[in-house]
């Protein structure tokens, strides 16, 4: 819902990253049209940081592919990373892609970073495994993101943020 107040000609790069289901494509369509400056990097995964039956967790090709996108992003450039409701698969991958672009040990500045301009993040720790495995941060990224953002309390959740709506 926020896409529609952003400055479209100034992104250069987007993420798009949405759940599974008939209307996917019709949305990456949609995204790739509202955004026709911006190179679009689309996924489709869940909301999800476990195993469950009938959900689809991000894999690491695709955390890879965001990553690898993301390094394109250069300090001229403006990149969006949005999913459903902007809370748990975007800011994860927000985190990989600043954590790619800056040096090991920023892990809790980076953070800090994307819980002050997302305030109601709660990224998605799959994602953020992935990342830390692939960026080989061994742990660094997870354990910031739980200083930051608060260790998980209990059983994880599904579609955090817009499974209710």
């Avoid at 990456?28 to 996924?43: D, G, M, Q, S």
């Avoid at 990224?123 to 992935?130: D, K, M, Q, W, Y």
């Amino acid at each position: 819902m926020e896409l529609g107040s952003i400055d479209r000609e100034r992104i250069t790069h987007l993420v798009s990253i949405w759940h599974p289901d008939g209307a996917t494509d019709e949305h990456i369509e949609l995204v790739r049209e509202a955004f026709p400056n911006a190179l679009v990097h689309a996924t489709v995964f869940d909301d999800i940081e476990y195993e469950h039956p009938g959900f689809q967790p991000a894999t690491v090709e695709q955390v890879r592919a965001v990553l690898d996108f993301g390094a394109g992003v250069g300090p001229d450039d403006h990149l969006i990373v949005h999913c459903m409701a902007g809370i748990s698969r975007s800011t994860a991958c927000a985190i990989g892609i600043l954590a790619r672009h800056l040096d090991p040990g920023r892990e809790r500045e980076i953070a800090a970073f994307v819980r002050k301009i997302r305030p109601q993040a709660m990224p998605n720790r799959l994602v953020l495994a992935h990342a830390d495995k692939l960026l080989a941060r061994h742990g660094a990224l997870l354990g910031a993101c739980d200083e930051v953002f608060g260790a998980p309390s209990g059983e994880a959740e599904t579609n955090k943020g817009w499974g209710n709506m």
